[in-house]
């Protein structure tokens, strides 16, 4: 989503040729965090809704599923005064950005956070060890072959998997290994997110 640029032109007709234009990030200045939320509405409906559901549980937040990114602004319609922060995967949301927003910016209790995908919030946060994981994470666009990969999500899920496949940390898309909701392991994914405090 912050890939999204509107183009400034002069002229009838939009050139973009980059001598007569200006290219802007349209969602780049909306920021309203930190915040406690007292709703989680996730875009996942596996690993990291699992995840965020079992938090919810332990610190009395609401959390539910969207079901998919086309589903967010439904669940948000159905919301009142309570503070919600939507989480959801930032490489994906793009078409649904430019209603979600505008509604959040209508709506001061409502709150975005769109991590690249739950997968690449885990390896962020220094939980999986590698020393080439933080070089992945900051140039992910030298490690990802399109031919292989339909998307960045499914990059960082191949990479996470591969990377805890023979270790505690075992990791599945489908359902979460509850040993990343172990004390420690929990509090380090958590500590990772910026802006929302849990």
Known sequence: MEEIYGIHSSGKYHDTRRIYNQMYQIYSDYQRLPIVPEKIITEDSNSGFDFFKAVGEERKISCESAD??????????????????VIADGAAIGPEMDRLYKYAVQKKNIH?????????LILQSGLIQGKD???????PEDYIDSREYFSW???FTSLLIDRTKDSYLRYSKAKLNETYLHGKNKEVILNSI?????
């Open 133 to 139: 994981i933080q070089a992945i994470l900051e140039h």
């Open 194 to 198: 910026k802006g929302v405090k849990f």
């Open 153 to 155: 999500e499914r990059f």
């Open 112 to 120: 975005l956070y769109f991590p690249e995908s739950f997968e690449w």
């Open 68 to 85: 998919g990114k086309s589903n967010i602004f439904h669940s948000l319609e159905r919301i009142g005064k309570e503070s919600v922060c």
